[in-house]
């Protein structure tokens, strides 16, 4: 049985890609158990697919999934519905917080959550270098408020980080019920656990941040668009539990 799945959602990543496959390959490598890497082409259209077919007899346990691109939260999604790991881990094609820190999302895990966040805002979390100021209140602390007016989960810090971790079957019951197709998914897979009652426990990680992040001002507007149409689908009962 596979231990551990772990989904990387890709977008024009030429760049940035080999070196994270290479880290999380040369990580896995060492373990003890078994595990997958899902890489979830998004449709990109520079060479990420073309580096994807070359790292095939490089990087062991490398599964490829294309789609067409419709946004990070739709890649995530294939990435989990196509899984077959006991715990599935998503993580940043930017390798902004390493794969060594999902160690400390199994005792947890193995404790009875369903889900395991990675956090940038809790006590122990290390960013490296800190966000601008105006990053931080724009996308930060600004979609955070937006998010806990409109969605709940107040409890929560960071909603997104990308680096979070479910257990099987908290997975496969959430999943094919998202809907949110770009990078306001976060929300509304952690609303769906926590209305399907699986205990979520948010972490603190180290965090490598990257000034060249594709979240700009334009995907935070969609955020907040996408927000206000979940809180609209919360209304009309839109997420019942099945």
Known sequence: MIR????IPIYNEEQRLPNTLKKVSEYLEKQSYEYEIIAVNDGSGDRTGNILKESVSTVPS??????RHRGKGSAVKQGMLEAKGEILLFTDADNSTSIDQVEKMFPWLSQGYGVVIGSRDVEGAVLKPPQSWFRNLVTGEGFKFLRKILVGLWDIEDSQCGFKAFSREAAKKVFPRSRIEQFAFDPEVLYLARKFGY???EIPVVWAN???SKVNTRS???MGFDLFLMRIRVWLGAYKTL
């Open 4 to 7: 551990l799945s772990v989904i």
């Open 62 to 67: 490398l599964r490829i999934v294309e789609i």
């Open 199 to 201: 205990k979520i426990k």
């Open 210 to 212: 990257n000034v060249h």
């Open 220 to 222: 935070t507007v969609q």
